[in-house]
């Protein structure tokens, strides 16, 4: 199985639903408005989802991997823990919580040499995202 890379699929994700949604948000905001009606939930749905992409785009934002001296050794680092721990799961079976716990860490961490690469693209698909849900909001 090929590594992912956890911007990459980052990525992949924001480009798929912005993509749906620049292409179905004048065909969803008149059901959405409707909705709201009869759930007004969906509005806090979308105010959520709004507050979120907001979280992630001040994530991204803070993540200033050019400024971290030797990143390409903690990567490397990383890359070892992510095999020898994908390789003792199966004798560690009542540690599946805690080797998935560190398993996350690992994939944050060594994805940070790409995310330089693809940072300003992920903030675009963010800001594109917000714009359209605002549309459905208003």
Same mark, same amino acid.
């Given at each position: 199985m090929a590594d992912t890379n956890l911007y990459e699929d980052l990525k992949k994700a924001l480009a798929?639903?912005?993509?749906?949604?620049?292409?179905?948000?004048?065909?969803?905001k008149? #059901?959405? !408005?409707?909705?709201?009606?009869?759930?007004? !939930?969906?509005? %806090? +749905?979308i105010d959520k989802l709004i507050d979120l992409m907001g979280q992630l785009k001040t994530e991204i934002q803070? +993540?200033?991997?050019? #400024?971290?001296?030797? +990143?390409?050794?903690?990567?490397?680092?990383?890359? @070892?823990v992510k095999t020898l721990l994908t390789?003792? %799961?199966?004798? &560690?079976?009542n540690q599946k919580s805690a080797i998935d716990d560190v398993l996350g860490v690992v994939n944050v961490v060594s994805a940070l040499p790409s995310l330089d690469a693809i940072? #300003? %693209?992920?903030? #675009? &698909?963010?800001? @594109?995202?917000?714009?359209?849900?605002n549309t459905l909001k208003s």
């Open positions: 798929d639903f912005k993509s749906f949604l620049d292409t179905n948000v004048a065909t969803i008149p #059901a959405v !408005q409707a909705l709201k009606a009869i759930i007004p !939930q969906i509005g %806090e +749905l803070n +993540l200033n991997v050019s #400024a971290i001296p030797g +990143l390409d050794k903690v990567s490397a680092f990383t890359t @070892g390789t003792a %799961e199966d004798l &560690l079976p940072k #300003a %693209e992920i903030l #675009a &698909l963010i800001d @594109g995202i917000v714009a359209n849900l």
